[in-house]
């Protein structure tokens, strides 16, 4: 659900894959909670692989978040929350190893959502074909809600079709942006209809949207395929999200009107006006 900047190797023969890329938690005030990451190593070389803890904040509307270190500019922390067992160690090529690590949720976490990334990196010496050396870093994100009163607020920012006119039957994209106002991360999830003029629904989607972190927003491209369509057209997005199921509506219109098609009709008629006037 979100995308995480690395520095990635310049040489394919040091790299390594995490798993999972993300963990969805809760937890109560007081809870020690332990989890595990599994690195596996798919390149060509022995790898010596040290693990840090970053915060994070969102960055762009496609999911993605930027690493900021010990920053506290970003999303509330749970970096000091983390102790990460044995996070410096060998792997060699073809190998997994398994990496624990606890959370230590204070008694006093204040309720909403607190977040941190796992950052895992080669160490040692590795020489790219420039010259200089390189090194390899993928996050797992930590996504933590501790359970209260927290704030679920989000809102459509936009919602429209990519043209209000389509001369032609064909794929009709949507573009949706919303905004989580909230203090915990929310995954909205509904439906796209669309309705032809006299109201009659033409079209269902179930919508699963993406994870979407407190202060950003994001963007949903959803798409359709008309088919004999013509007039004019109304796009619904009903969704909902959070614990509460709070609704998020919007709608925007459209127009579809196949010039090929019409033409034709237009000339269809007219001919038959044409014979018609010569018959009488």
Known sequence: ?????????????????ITPPIFELTAN?????????SIFNNGGEDLSIATTIENL??????????IIGESSEGLPTLRDWIKVRGGNFSLVKGATKNVE????IPANAQPGGHFATLLFGTTGSSVSGGGAAVSQKI???????????????????SFSSAK????QNQNIDFKTRIRNDGNVYIRPRGFLTITNIWGKKIYEQEIDTKNILPSATREIPLSYKSSRMFGPYTANLVLVYGNTNQN??????????PWISTLTVIIVLAVIILLRRRLW
């Open 1 to 17: 659900s979100f995308f995480v900047p690395a520095s990635l190797a310049a040489d394919a023969g040091r790299s390594f894959t």
């Open 29 to 37: 005030p007081g809870d020690k909670l332990s989890e595990v990451v």
């Open 57 to 66: 904040k969102p960055m762009g509307e496609q999911g993605q978040v930027q």
């Open 101 to 104: 690590f606890d959370i230590n």
């Open 139 to 157: 996050g797992t994100l930590v996504l933590l809600t501790i359970a209260g009163t927290a704030k679920e607020s989000a809102q459509v920012i």
């Open 164 to 167: 209000k006119l389509f001369w």
């Open 248 to 257: 998020l509506n919007a709608a925007t219109g459209f127009w579809v009107i």
